[in-house]
């Protein structure tokens, strides 16, 4: 027993060492009568939602410290399954997904963690958390007791446990409580599937800090576990005491705690940006403050979906922009914002301890314009084909991001029939013999086409764009490429097309070797790749100004940025410094349409709220995309 003792104390102190703390002490968290106990102590927690993943690795520690000079008490955050798993099996915790580390990180910096590993997360991430291959299974069943479902589930949370169950706060760590599955009650009702979650989140270790489900006030007890904490999600300006009214009638002696205390919301392609209220911000965590209730400001710090990582909504299909800067207290690119003074003025008054200063932010650059004079057209770059008799999505050749194109034979016919595609996921660009005829965009439910005449059979190329997975409600169940069916109708008949030859575009085809880029010799409208370089004295933070460019994604020195669209609102990109160098850079954009003109700059202040209407774009490319007055 005692040697038992012995060697669980060493293995706490070799936790300890690891975390940076010379003198380990295992403390505990627990629920008491109406409040957190921290070491049998009444404890509020305030803490500051960020993600790892929507922070560079290197600035994991300023926003670490932001948080902190913000005068919260704790991190709270996701774990993104489909990023440390992106091949069923193959097991991601290194570098920027080192979770555990972003978690020591906290413990240094004094802050306690709340872990939130879903499986599903929501988020306004890419099918909410969930890796795209499980959609390969056909009837899947998402969240529920699907057993392959399930059987993933497990096999991931015990990849949790491994990573972060021995940093519970009791084992030397910082971890306080952990979150079992997301808003449940918006998707369904089903306790036996929430069970099923909590034992698996049990069974990966978490055996010794509080577990808790969130959900709104108005359908929490749909799903609510008698044995897990409650807690409610809402946003500034909500009333609080209604929030709250049904969770204390039933639970008198909980404690309280909002878990998700919106401070901004995010923007999606195509509406206006988002901001809230700083004024109704301060007033609503005053009042939690002045009640004793917990809370977590989602998000503290929003931060950037890089690469292709972004989600969706739907009905009607919405995919959310890049920047997730959430109107947030801390900016995108980590800087201290009004409403962050505000925060901190209010939460000085409720720390018995001087709040830190507020460290310096990082530097920012600005990029003279630059030219990409290399292209690569995609249809000069194309992989080698699939052969697929009936359409299949882009899930069933094995593919999860990224653009797929589908080529078939249109049979000759006259001026007048309509191409019926149905139904392209995301946004398609439609070719005849290599002509550009028409977008169709799934945010307006675009499906047909006017075909022009054709004397002979022409070539029919569908490019379809994946825009991102839905993370939120049952249209999860999002597949990608062309879900149903490709037709021509001819006055009442209708021919459905076959034969295709599919080709497969993943996301990192733009950096493989395998792409021939030439000098440009004349303004492309098709789609392609664009390369160039800019030069640097010195690294710093800068957005890029994408207004010249029409719709894709951005890599810069190999990484993946984001997404840009003329649409707006967004217009920039926030490039880490962390990811530049001194001398020579390289960038390569995917442009599905072209650039007007091939240039890019870099600004220190980004554009979030800059919206473009079909005509305003049109009348824009007019002078540029000569092809856009009409092909046939
Ligand atoms: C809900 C979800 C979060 C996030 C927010 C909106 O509360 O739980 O993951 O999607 O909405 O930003």
């Not at 925060?343 to 008054?349: D, G």
């Not at 009936?390 to 309509?418: N, V």
């Not at 149903?484 to 990192?508: A, H, M, N, T, Y």
């Not at 800059?610 to 005509?615: I, R, V």
Request: aromatic share 12%; proline share 5%.
């Amino acid at each position: 027993m005692r040697k038992q003792l012995l060697t669980k104390t060493f293995i706490l102190c070799l936790i300890g060492l690891r975390a940076g703390c010379t003198t380990p002490k295992a403390s505990n968290f627990e629920i008491g009568d109406k409040q957190f106990l921290l070491n049998g102590e009444a404890f509020v927690i305030k803490a500051a939602e960020i993600h790892y993943t929507r922070i560079p690795r290197p600035y994991w520690e300023h926003r670490i410290k932001m948080s902190k000079a913000l005068g919260m008490n704790s991190i709270c955050l996701y774990i993104f399954w489909n990023i440390h798993e992106q091949e069923p099996g193959v097991f991601d915790f290194e570098g920027q997904n080192d979770v555990a580390e972003f978690c020591r990180m906290a413990q240094k910096e004094g802050m306690y963690v709340i872990i939130r590993p879903g499986p599903y997360v929501c988020a306004e991430w890419e099918m909410g958390g969930l890796p795209w291959w499980l959609l390969k299974k056909e009837d899947i069943a998402l969240r529920s007791q699907d057993p392959y479902y399930l059987e993933r589930v497990e096999i991931f949370m015990n990849e949790v446990g491994r990573q972060l169950a021995d940093l519970q706060i009791n084992r030397g760590g910082n971890i306080i409580m952990v979150q079992v599955e997301n808003e449940f009650g918006s998707y369904g009702t089903d306790k036996p599937y929430i069970e099923d979650i909590r034992d698996m989140v049990r069974g990966a270790g978490f055996t010794d800090v509080p577990l808790f489900q969130c959900d709104w006030n108005s359908n929490f007890k749909n799903n609510a576990l008698d044995d897990l904490l409650w807690t409610i999600n809402f946003g500034t300006g909500a009333n609080i005491d209604n929030q709250f009214r049904e969770l204390k009638r039933l639970r008198p002696n909980t404690p309280l705690m909002c878990s998700e205390f919106w401070s901004g919301w995010f923007d999606r392609w195509g509406s206006p940006h988002e901001t809230r209220s700083a004024e109704a911000l301060v007033k609503g965590m005053q009042e939690m403050l002045e009640k004793d209730i917990s809370f977590s400001l989602y998000m503290a710090h929003g931060g950037t979906t890089f690469g292709h990582w972004t989600g969706a909504n739907s009905p009607p299909y919405a995919s959310w922009c890049s920047s997730y800067d959430y109107d947030a207290p801390i900016s995108e690119s980590g800087q201290a914002t009004e409403k962050f003074y505000a925060v901190r003025e209010l939460l000085a008054q409720y720390s018995d301890k001087a709040l830190p200063k507020v460290p310096k932010a990082l530097p920012m650059i600005e990029i003279p314009e630059f030219e990409l004079d290399q292209t690569a057209p995609l249809f000069q770059n194309l992989p080698a084909a699939i052969q697929s008799d009936q359409i299949r999505s882009m899930e069933f050749f094995d593919q999860g991001y990224g653009s797929i194109l589908y080529r078939t034979t249109l049979p000759a016919g006259k001026a007048g029939r309509q191409l019926l595609v149905e139904e392209a996921h995301d946004w398609a660009i439609v070719f005849v013999d290599g002509r550009r005829l028409g977008t169709l965009d799934r945010r307006k439910a675009e499906k047909v086409l006017e075909l022009p005449g054709t004397e002979q059979e022409a070539v029919l190329d569908i490019l379809v764009e994946n825009m991102g997975r839905v993370n939120y409600s049952k249209t999860i169940h999002d597949y990608k490429g062309i879900t149903r069916k490709v037709s021509v109708k001819d006055g009442r008949s209708q021919q459905e097309l076959s034969g295709f030859e599919v080709f497969r575009i993943p996301v990192e085809e733009a950096l493989s070797p395998r792409l021939q880029f030439a000098d440009r010799t004349e303004n492309c409208s098709m789609p392609a790749y664009h390369k160039g370089s800019f030069n640097l004295d010195k690294t710093g933070d800068v957005y890029i100004d994408m207004q010249n460019w029409s719709k894709g994604l951005v890599w810069i020195n190999g990484y993946a940025i984001g997404r840009f669209w003329e649409i707006g609102p967004q217009q920039t990109l926030f490039v880490p410094g962390c990811w530049l160098k001194k001398g020579r850079n390289e960038i390569i954009v995917l442009d599905m349409q072209g650039p007007r003109k091939p240039v890019i700059s870099g600004i220190t202040t980004p554009i979030l709220d800059m919206l473009h209407s079909d005509q305003e774009i049109l009348e824009r490319n007019k002078n540029t995309n000569p092809d856009e007055s009409g092909y046939f």
